[in-house]
């Protein structure tokens, strides 16, 4: 299994700015993965980041506003910029670990 | 375009009674679907399912598969209050990077 943790856990931000969300794991995994469950709905893929080379992003996310980094093979940041209050939601960091997928304790995002 | 729908999406019921959450889906090259408990942040994953018609169990839970008509259900017996969850599908497939997730189904077990 692969064990993933991530911070902060949670935070309030005022609108305009940014917050940077980082995720480790405790295994080298080729691919990370960013996704946000906004209130009542479920997991919605951001982007997947590749180490070496940039993410990937899914429609309707861009780099701009979600830009992330992936410096190895443990380590990955997910920056929400320009922050409104549309952005409160919470952030998961996964990975995929011998075809299961884990995911870390998350980061509740309110933007105020 | 790939989908995975989970039925109901919400359902309240007492201590002791048995459920099933329903999860069809719509993916080309099919790998693999799993079941996850989501209580406040982070999902933990209860099932990976890839053969039809082969039960998993854990407990009071358990899932089984059918890929010839593309669904898959969980079953809780016994429910008690720690269930209370949101219970999330995912599918998997051998193209593409990522799992499609279903809506959920919030379920909450009073006592």
């Known amino acids: 299994s692969a064990v993933i943790s991530q911070k902060p856990s949670r935070d309030i931000c005022q609108r305009g700015t940014s917050l940077t969300i980082q995720c480790q794991v405790d295994s080298q995994v080729t691919m990370m993965f960013w996704y946000r469950q906004q209130p009542g709905q479920s997991l919605t893929l951001i982007a997947t980041?590749?180490?070496?080379?940039?993410?990937?992003?899914e429609s309707g996310f861009v780099i701009d506003k979600f830009p992330i980094s992936r410096p190895n093979l443990t380590f990955s940041t997910l920056t929400v910029s320009n922050m409104s209050p549309e952005d409160s939601s919470i952030y998961l960091c996964s990975v995929v670990y011998s075809y299961e997928q884990y995911f870390g304790p998350g980061t509740r995002l309110t933007v105020t | 375009e790939d989908k995975v729908v989970q039925s109901p999406l919400s359902l309240v019921v007492h201590e002791g009674d048995t459920v099933t959450l329903n999860c069809s889906y719509e993916?080309?090259?099919?790998?693999?679907l799993l079941w996850y408990k989501q209580e406040k942040k982070a999902p933990t994953f209860l099932f990976m399912l890839t053969s039809s018609g082969i039960e998993k169990k854990s407990g009071r839970l358990s899932s089984i598969l059918d890929k010839k008509e593309l669904f898959s259900i969980l079953n809780i017996t016994a429910t008690q209050t720690g269930d209370s969850a949101i219970y999330l599908c995912a599918v998997d497939t051998n193209t593409g990077n990522q799992f499609y997730f279903g809506t959920g189904t919030s379920l909450t077990v009073i006592p």
């Open positions: 980041a590749n180490q070496g080379s940039e993410a990937t992003y």
């Open positions: 993916v080309t090259n099919f790998r693999s």
